[in-house]
């Protein structure tokens, strides 16, 4: 746990700053956009300004070890007691795929993704999972597609083009499966009211996927 927890918070928390400290790029070529609200220029902006009368640099930096310390903590705290839980209820959804055609997760908002990704590797699945399943807040269900990488927004099988964008009754109408509420335009996630009806989805999404593959 300790060993999981460091990688974790160095990866995702200490390897930005330090990079970002050494003046090493995020990438390759120019940036779309500007990030200008990372923690490490949050703290640049605690340092005196260049006009300012007082250039005591010390009140500055007191404040910059309380809010990286805090964020720190903060960080920690999520991940040890919500992200690596998480884990377990992520096997035991990918050790069910067989049960339905997704990865059927017991409810919204646990953090899938990255546990996806490193227990594919580890479990050796035969081939990439595509599709999961959860219910949301307000009980309807979602069927999301699986990323096709941890830092993309590109999916390994989006919903079927003819469904993305389109709601409700004209959506239920279209695929001829009751209680569809959307799909995403860019085809990453839909909605139905009920469990029957997102898996639904979910099986004409594969099938369509098999069709193409024929």
Not at 25 to 44: D, H, I
Not at 94 to 110: S, W
Not at 193 to 205: C, D, K, N, S
């Amino acid at each position: 746990v300790v060993k999981v927890l460091y990688d974790k918070l160095y990866e995702n928390f200490v390897q930005e700053i330090d990079a970002i400290d050494n003046g090493i790029a995020q990438a390759e070529g120019e940036p779309r956009y500007a990030l200008t609200t990372t923690l490490s220029a949050r703290v640049g902006h605690l340092n005196p300004r260049w006009n300012d009368p007082n250039q005591d640099t010390e009140a500055g930096f007191k404040r910059a070890m309380e809010l990286v310390g805090g964020e720190f903590m903060d960080r920690f705290d999520y991940y040890h007691r919500a992200w690596l839980p998480a884990r377990v209820v992520v096997e035991d959804a990918i050790r069910r795929r067989f049960e339905v055609p997704t990865v059927p997760l017991p409810q919204g908002g646990c953090p899938w993704k990255e546990h996806v990704f490193s227990l594919e590797q580890e479990l050796a699945l035969p081939d990439p999972l595509q599709l999961v399943l959860f219910p949301d807040h307000s009980g309807q269900w979602r069927v999301q597609s699986v990323p096709a990488g941890p830092h993309t927004f590109q999916s390994r099988l989006p919903l079927p083009e003819p469904w993305r964008g389109v709601r409700d009754e004209e959506l239920s109408q279209l695929t001829g499966i009751p209680g569809c509420v959307f799909v995403h335009a860019s085809g990453f996630i839909g909605g139905n009211r009920t469990r029957e009806g997102a898996l639904e989805m979910a099986r004409q999404t594969l099938a369509q996927r098999q069709r193409r593959g024929a």
